[in-house]
Nanobody, 121 residues
Framework: QVQVVESGGGLVQAGGSLRLSCVVSGSIFSINAMGWYRQAPGKQRELVATITSGGRTNYANSVKGRFTISRDNAKNTVYLQMNSLKPEDTAVYYC???????????????WGQGTRITVSS
């Protein structure tokens, strides 16, 4: 069993900053890619940023230069530093982790329950 738990959401004014954290625990042999996705009201879930186990990152164009994804492999944790927040960043943010549970296991995507961010204008 694998658990994915996000933290760090909340209410912030436009221009402000927040830092999200996501801890993955449980039956873990290795963690491959980790990432953050978001879903705004009435919209589909979209990619925000991803990071490979080797540290290669990928960002949505809408957050490039404002958000930074990082990870601590020793702690099975991924972070999202969000600066210069805009009202359009308002959404529920979900952590995703591709976990291989055992040495001979198959990688599987696990999702957290989400953390809400509201950016007021």
């Amino acid at each position: 069993q694998v658990q994915v738990v996000e933290s760090g959401g909340g209410l912030v004014q436009a221009g402000g900053s927040l830092r999200l954290s996501c801890v993955v625990s449980g039956s873990i042999f290795s963690i491959n890619a980790m990432g953050w996705y978001r879903q705004a009201p009435g919209k589909q879930r979209e990619l925000v940023a991803t990071i490979t186990s080797g540290g290669r990152t990928n960002y949505a164009n809408s957050v490039k230069g404002r958000f930074t994804i990082s990870r601590d492999n020793a702690k099975n944790t991924v972070y999202l530093q969000m600066n210069s927040l805009k009202p359009e960043d308002t959404a529920v943010y979900y952590c995703n982790s591709e976990v291989t549970p055992t040495m001979m296991g198959i990688p599987y995507d696990y999702w957290g329950q989400g953390t809400r961010i509201t950016v007021s204008s």
